[in-house]
């Protein structure tokens, strides 16, 4: 009955364009964000980095009106990255992550630093191994008189209701994120931010209330690693309020439930100077999608070293056990996140603060706090100035390091160590 409606809706649309072509009215509209900085950090280099509070971009956007209440409409948005001009960012630091190397005593140290090397070469692009053209987002739809009708690669709707609760908006050394990318660091993502292969149904009504439904097949996902992925949200943005509830589910290719997050809080307009912050983020992962990757990165880079050596066979299937039962492990997910923090406008500019806390249910119990503060000064409507100052606290195994909005901060030097930064930067939007 859904697809039939879905036709229907779509003969209609394309009916009205046949038989009135002279009063449909088309646009499209070039845009983009230039952003980029300077970031100071503990045990990382200086760097020039692209994407602070805003991942740089240019996209193309546009709508055809027609009629009897139809929209077509499209959006294309392709990643830049201001300091090389490519599209893969890398990590903000090359420091190794130790956690998904733990628990392989058994494995001789030459191999464990030929696997750490795979996992993690330097430099590596962090975003975008996809080398994706149109990487952010990639799609075309219809919105009809009872809602909007999107395929492509998109947003999620997990993910958009924690972009409404972060206080830096996704972006700075201060972004909620920074503490939730996997257990103990940047080793997995902490939520699936856009999928491919997806088709979405969205809503908003008049009286402020709103909702998103999307599902994606093989091949859906932020990596394309997933069978199947659903995702459902729930929003409020009327009278102050900018508030939600998003859930996204994906299973491996095995059909076996993988991450899955769920995301609620939003933000609340007091008056023209405060807007307060609040979200709870949980997420959980049993079956990481990207075991496969990891385990080909074991026959591509591992076994033909051990065979060149002479390992005998047996030594062989014995050490590739070894590192996938560990792997397997240090790939689940299980924690619960929570943020506050406000905004202050005060003259051309506005104070932005925050506190959050990554409370890790794994054994190794790797929590981390996030203490940020920043200032945004509004040169224009378009252009502004910012600096943001960060520190995390990390717990046991945990390395998580403040980074941007482009570039994944990566790790600190050592398991528990602190991550700090500041940063100073420029956006720019057209």
Excluded at 260 to 274: E, Q
Excluded at 291 to 299: R, S
Excluded at 318 to 323: E, N, P, S
């Amino acid at each position: 009955m859904k697809n039939s409606l879905l036709a229907a809706l779509l003969g209609a649309a394309f009916g009205a364009t046949l038989a009135a072509p002279v009063l449909a009215q088309s646009s499209v509209q070039i845009y983009g964000i230039a952003d980029a900085g300077v970031m100071w950090q503990k045990g990382g280099p200086t760097k020039i980095y692209s994407g602070g509070a805003d991942g740089s971009r240019i996209g193309l956007r546009g709508n055809e009106e027609l009629g009897n209440g139809y929209k077509a409409i499209f959006n294309l948005e392709a990643r830049v990255e201001l300091d090389t001009g490519g599209q893969q960012p890398a990590l903000m630091n090359d420091n190794p992550g130790r956690y998904l190397l733990r628990g392989m005593q058994g494995i001789p140290q030459p191999i464990l630093d030929r696997l750490q090397a795979t996992i993690q070469p330097p430099g590596a692009p962090a975003v975008n191994q996809e080398k994706a053209l149109f990487d952010r987002t990639a799609m075309v739809g219809l919105v009809t008189p009872i809602g909007a009708f999107l395929l492509g690669r998109m947003y999620t709707p997990g993910y958009e209701v924690f972009n409404m609760a972060d206080v830096f908006e996704s972006g700075t050394g201060g972004t909620w994120g920074h503490i939730t990318g996997g257990t103990a660091g940047f080793t997995a993502l902490g939520a699936d931010i856009r999928s491919q292969e997806a088709i979405q149904y969205r809503i908003a009504h008049p009286s402020g209330f709103g909702g998103s439904v999307m599902y994606g097949p093989e091949g859906s996902g932020y990596l394309g690693r997933y069978k199947k992925f659903r995702a459902v949200a729930a929003t409020y943005k009327a009278n102050g309020f900018d508030v939600g509830i998003g859930y996204n589910h994906g299973y491996d290719r095995q059909n076996r439930p993988s991450l899955r997050t769920t995301t609620v809080g939003g933000s609340y307009t007091v008056n023209d100077r405060w807007k307060l912050f609040a979200g709870y983020h949980s997420q959980r992962n049993d079956n990481s999608a990207l075991l496969p990757d990891y385990l080909a990165g074991w026959d591509g880079a591992v076994a033909p070293a051990l065979a060149a050596q002479g390992i005998p066979t047996g030594t062989q299937q014995a050490l590739r056990g070894i590192f996938q039962r560990a792997i397997t492990e240090n790939t689940k997910q299980d924690a619960k996140s929570y943020q506050l923090g406000f905004h202050y406008r005060i003259g051309a500019g506005r104070i932005m603060a925050s506190v959050a806390h990554q409370n890790d249910r794994t054994p190794s119990n790797s929590d981390a706090d996030l203490y940020a503060i920043g200032y945004d000064y509004f040169l224009s409507k378009r252009t502004d100035l910012y600096t943001v100052a960060a520190f995390i606290r990390n717990d046991n195994e945990a390395q998580y390091t403040p980074g941007t909005s482009g570039n994944p901060g990566g790790f600190t030097e050592a398991p528990g160590a602190d991550g700090r930064a500041l940063q100073i930067g420029i956006r720019h939007r057209f």
